[in-house]
């Protein structure tokens, strides 16, 4: 593919070297195992964490004679995957076979997509940031193709002292292979790429982004160069399984290459891997005739053609988007993009969200969400999926304050009682006496009790009134929390002859 | 186009095909005949011609998203020299 240039250099994206600044250039393949039931060319299942060879049919173990026929499944999730980034979908692609030998490739060669990949050119927008005034900078990021590809089986190396293992059952599996072009320039944006990317299958249903299990993982091209000058050469690190890794490589590798640079030395195009527990990259044993793939049509497979109804069809029952989301939120909720960027981060939230927000106070159930529920989630080491406050409960909670029920005080000590005991939240405010004393007569009775026993602060509060505030406070305390804040102020201020 | 002995003894070995050093002499001119042929075929001028994929004008053959093989780990690993608990061995291969 012919590199093109994007991105303006920006100095607070650059890297200082002994001889000047340096800039990063990124670019990521990211493998992403397609959600279906069976294989991509055979029948048998793609089910995590099956005892070995369960899920390998004699098509997977490349049996003699055996006929791969395409998961129609398959292909539509990639053609979703296409739509969601914005893609080109190509109503004529073709499967070509990618030659090399290694235990875990039964074939000898893995069924991929080479010159006629099923999704051409899309483009997705990464939100980097916030900086130190809080702001986020979009970022568009081009991709260059998405296709479809069969995976390899596993090796296992340390069972034996001379002998590998090899289990098939990830054999066949589909991948989309998701190709970005080098638009990135520090590791920030390509681990917000990632996330993106992950946020999209996640939310179309294609991939279950579950980096744990190997359903995504990342070739990583960093090159590194003077701002704005010729692309530099590169070196891809193979398999990064996680966010944070992808940014740890990126930022060892940059300044490794800038190292060698600066000391009068060139890069070689190689493959490295990145060591998560020294934190650094190396090169992989190297294979020079490892490049030369021979690829060619495969002859067990016609050319994967249709017309743009069968994409129209797919593009009707397409679920809203993150970006879309998040603009609905904004425009209709009226919440902040900050507060809608968290939201829609991950479908899950949002699905929570938009159910506490039903019918009530977009702004409200979005606090509540974000910095009640997801914070306690956080502090607790949970997820949204496991959390033990409903949506209905947490509405409940939003409701009872709404009609003055609870004050917002008292309504966080009710979080936390369905948080830790569950419960109808309606129920808990009544049985335990929770609700907001509103009577004016019991309120005025306990103010005039905390003026009278202390004589000597009410005179202090009388010539300096910004003490009212500790009167508040021993109201609020005796009536435990139950009073409404305002009007014990408002009474305070009446009782002490404080002028408002 | 042509191969010379080199070429065709990478190829064997990408290929993990043992040939001796008599064999790769004769496949180099027999190689060389066949892509002889080959050029004599990119003489005709197929420009805007699809290239045939099937005798028969048909769509590919899809099947529908089940689970239908699978589960016969044993006959997968029937005919390996070497197993242990359904797991293919092989000399140990490490990156």
């Known amino acids: ?500 | 186009m042509s191969v010379d002995l080199k070429t065709v003894k990478r190829v064997a070995h990408l290929a993990r095909i043992a040939v001796s050093e008599d064999d790769a002499q004769r496949m180099t001119g027999e190689l060389n005949a066949i892509l002889g042929f080959v050029e004599q075929l990119n003489e005709v001028d197929v420009a805007g011609v699809e290239p045939m994929t099937s005798v028969m004008p048909m769509e590919m053959k899809k099947r529908v998203d089940a689970v239908t093989d699978g589960n016969k780990a044993a006959d997968i690993v029937a005919n390996a020299p070497a197993t242990d608990e359904n797991f293919f061995l092989v000399p140990k291969v490490v990156e």
């Open chain 1, 1 to 500: 593919m012919t590199l093109i240039d994007t991105r303006t250099p920006d100095a607070k994206r650059l890297i200082p070297g002994a001889t000047g600044d340096w800039e990063v250039i990124i670019g990521l393949e990211v493998h992403a195992q397609v959600t279906s039931e069976a294989k991509l060319f055979s029948g048998a299942s793609t089910a995590f964490g099956a005892e070995p060879n369960a899920n390998v049919s004699l098509v997977d173990a490349a049996m003699p004679g055996m006929l791969p026929v395409i998961n129609e499944e398959c292909v539509k999730q990639a053609i979703r995957t296409g739509l969601g980034l914005k893609a080109q979908i190509n109503h004529k692609s073709v499967f070509d076979r990618k030659n090399y030998f290694y235990p875990d490739l039964p074939q000898g060669y893995q069924i991929s997509q080479f010159k006629q990949p099923i999704v051409g050119e899309g483009k997705i927008t990464i939100s980097v940031g916030p900086d130190r005034k809080g702001e986020f900078e979009d970022i568009e990021v081009g991709i260059e193709r998405l296709h479809l590809e069969q995976d390899a089986g596993k090796s296992i190396h340390d069972q034996h002292p001379t002998m590998s293992y090899v289990d098939l059952n990830r054999s066949g599996v589909a991948l989309m292979e998701i190709v970005s072009k080098p638009d990135m320039r520090s590791a920030d944006e390509a681990k917000a790429y990632v996330t993106k990317l992950r946020t999209i299958v996640r939310y179309l249903g294609t991939c279950d982004g579950n980096m744990d299990e190997g359903s995504m993982r990342a070739d990583v091209n960093v090159s590194v160069r003077r701002p704005g000058g010729e692309f530099g050469t590169r070196c891809e690190i193979k398999n990064v399984n996680s966010i944070r890794f992808v940014g740890q490589a990126i930022e060892y590798e940059a300044r490794r290459q800038i190292a060698i640079i600066e000391d009068g030395g060139t890069i070689d195009q190689e493959t490295r891997l990145f060591d998560p527990n020294k934190g650094e990259t190396r090169a992989m044993r190297s294979k020079e005739e490892a490049h030369d793939y021979r690829y060619f049509p495969d002859p067990d497979l016609l050319p994967l053609e249709f017309d743009q109804a069968y994409v129209d069809e797919l593009a009707k029952y397409l679920p809203e988007l993150p970006d879309d989301k998040k603009a609905r939120l904004v425009n209709s909720l009226g919440l902040s993009v900050y507060d809608a960027s968290i939201l829609v981060s991950e479908k899950a939230v949002a699905d929570y969200f938009e159910k506490v927000a039903a019918g009530r106070d977009g702004k409200l159930a979005a606090n509540w969400v974000i910095n009640d529920l997801l914070g306690a989630l956080n502090k607790a080491g949970k997820d949204i999926e496991n959390a033990p406050v409903t949506p209905d409960q947490l509405g409940a909670v939003i409701d009872l304050i709404k009609e003055g029920t609870i004050s917002g005080k008292i309504a966080k000590d009710l979080f936390e009682i369905v948080w830790n005991e569950g419960g109808n939240p309606r129920e808990l405010v009544e049985s335990r006496g929770m609700k907001q004393v509103t009577d004016t007569g019991a309120i005025e009775k306990a103010v005039d009790d905390v003026i009278a026993a202390n004589p000597d602060k009410a005179e202090q509060a009388r010539a300096k009134p910004t003490m009212a505030g500790w009167f508040v406070g021993q109201v609020m305390k005796t009536t435990g929390g139950k009073a409404n804040p305002q009007a014990v102020n408002d009474l305070v201020k009446a009782k002490l002859g404080i002028e408002e």
